[in-house]
């Protein structure tokens, strides 16, 4: 028994073809000509004598279909889960449709029919409630094609960020129940829900947002985590036995905490009572000695993303603009179609928060060629019904700030390199003020002075070196 080389299946073989290739007995009898179907009436693979391999899995996945169809009681549900069906077949291998997606998707269909008996009456929330945020991750394709084709109203990106993370808080402070701290975080919590709506009163909204519900999130994990290790490990069973020394352990064995347990810090100091305050001591944080990319290598890259071959240009692009302009990752993959437009000469601009920065022409025409070949990632989605410049491949999403980070190793540099090259080089060509790095690339004040601080001293140490050199 041997696979045949034209079918595929696995039988006796009876002979071979004329370029020696092994068949069974019904492919050897039909010799070289190729098979027809007798459904579709085109050249295939043989599933059987009258039906290719494409048909049968299409009429499979249509038994299956049907057959899921029935168990859906709300009509506006059939008639989605019908649509999306002939979307996936068209778009979708047959027999990958018939043997996992349809199923795997149809759970989605199925949870809404359960939850939603009317699709006017979905909101982010409840979404965030019917499939948690790994559920509508894996669920992104069957709800992309809803809100494309209009048959629930559109949810934006950050009004299921802020479910999710409210979905989160939620399960923290169940985590918390029945502890000696719990009434402890839940005032914490309502304390950051305070500063979260006054910012957002204030106009500190969508991209602009500067305590958004993430960072309530991470707060909240901070103190909770804290509160548990003064609990389980130190033996401190109340708000006032916290001291100094407790602090220090847990930012020792806790690093990455040392940032998001500050806001509870100061929130015991001046809300709650304790005997004697805590405090963060602040540490001056210095650039690595490998911070910086060699001029030679910076030339090289440069030369190289400016003409990329074909495949490259967006990879290419992306690193232009972050070495070029001093841009992180995060704000290359958060621009959107309406930060970008086109000058008297020709040359784009890109919007980054409150400054509009003009392209290079080189880069411009680099920019012009990725625009002609565009396209999105995402399953059913085209480029056209994504609002981002760099598409990802979750529908309706922009590509992940990891992507961008593997653009970069493939090169041999990472973010904080080309981060702090680029500010390198404004500063050699005489942007030697915080406030310029500031208008010129739209990074925020603190940012600025933070790289002026550390690029002054080893630059002047740098043209010391060369005149003693030269001496």
């Known amino acids: 028994m041997v696979n045949c080389k034209v079918c595929g299946k696995h039988r006796r073989p009876a002979g071979t073809l004329s370029d020696g290739r092994v068949v069974c007995q019904r492919c050897l009898e039909r010799g070289d000509a190729p098979f027809v179907c007798g459904s579709c009436g085109k050249e295939g693979k043989p599933h059987s004598k009258t039906v290719c391999t ?7 996945a249509y038994k299956r279909f049907r057959s899921a169809l029935t168990m859906l009681t709300h009509l506006w549900v059939k008639d989605a889960f019908k649509g999306f069906y002939e979307e996936l077949i068209e778009h979708q291998a047959p027999n990958k449709v018939a043997s996992a997606s349809l199923e795997r998707y149809f759970i989605f269909f199925a949870k809404l029919d359960a939850v939603f008996y009317d699709p006017s009456k979905i909101t982010a929330t409840g979404i965030m409630e019917a499939f948690g945020v790994e559920g ?7 709800y992309g094609y809803l809100v494309k084709a209009g048959i629930i109203p559109e949810i934006q990106q950050t009004e299921l960020e802020n479910a999710g993370q409210q979905q989160r808080q939620a399960y923290m402070m169940e985590m918390v129940h029945g502890c000696w701290y719990e009434s402890l975080v839940d005032r914490f919590r309502n304390h950051l829900d305070s500063i979260r709506i006054r910012y957002e009163d204030r106009g500190w909204r969508g991209k602009r947002a500067r305590f ?6 991470a707060s909240l994990m901070a103190a909770k985590t804290f509160l548990k290790d003064l609990d389980t490990t130190q033996g401190v069973r109340s708000v006032q036995g916290i001291q100094q020394h407790h602090l220090e352990r847990f930012l020792l064995t806790h690093k990455g905490y040392s940032a998001a347990i ?3 810090v100061r929130y015991i100091n001046g809300y709650e009572k304790i005997f004697k305050k805590v405090k963060i001591e602040s540490v001056t944080r210095n650039l690595a ?5 060699p001029t030679v290598r910076y030339e090289e890259l440069v030369r190289g993303w400016l003409n990329p071959e074909s495949g490259k240009v967006k990879e290419s692009l992306i690193c232009l603009l972050m070495i070029l302009y001093a841009q992180t990752a995060r704000k290359i993959v958060g621009l959107q179609l309406s930060d970008i437009s086109r000058g008297r000469d020709g040359r784009y601009r890109l919007l980054f928060g409150r400054t509009e920065i003009s392209l290079e022409a080189h ?3 680099l920019f012009d060629r990725y625009m002609n070949e565009r396209n999105a990632l995402a399953t059913l989605e085209t480029a056209d019904h994504n609002e981002y410049l760099f598409p990802g491949q979750k529908y309706g999403s ?11 190793k493939n090169h041999g540099v990472t973010a904080n390199m080309v981060f702090s090259t680029a500010l390198y080089n404004a500063y050699v060509h005489n942007l030697a003020h915080p406030k310029v790095l500031v208008k010129a690339f739209g990074i925020s004040d603190e940012t600025a002075i933070k790289y002026f601080n550390l690029l002054d001293p080893q630059l002047i140490q740098a043209v010391n070196s060369q005149v003693s050199a030269h001496g």
Do not use: D, G, M, W
């Open 54 to 60: 494409a048909c049968y899995f299409k009429n499979l």
């Open 136 to 142: 509508l991750r894996v669920q992104a394709i069957p």
């Open 212 to 217: 958004s519900q993430r960072t309530v999130t």
């Open 262 to 264: 500050r806001t509870f």
């Open 289 to 293: 000695e490998n911070s910086f990319i």
């Open 363 to 365: 880069v411009s025409e």
């Open 398 to 408: 922009h590509l992940s700030e990891a992507t961008v980070s593997q653009y970069l």
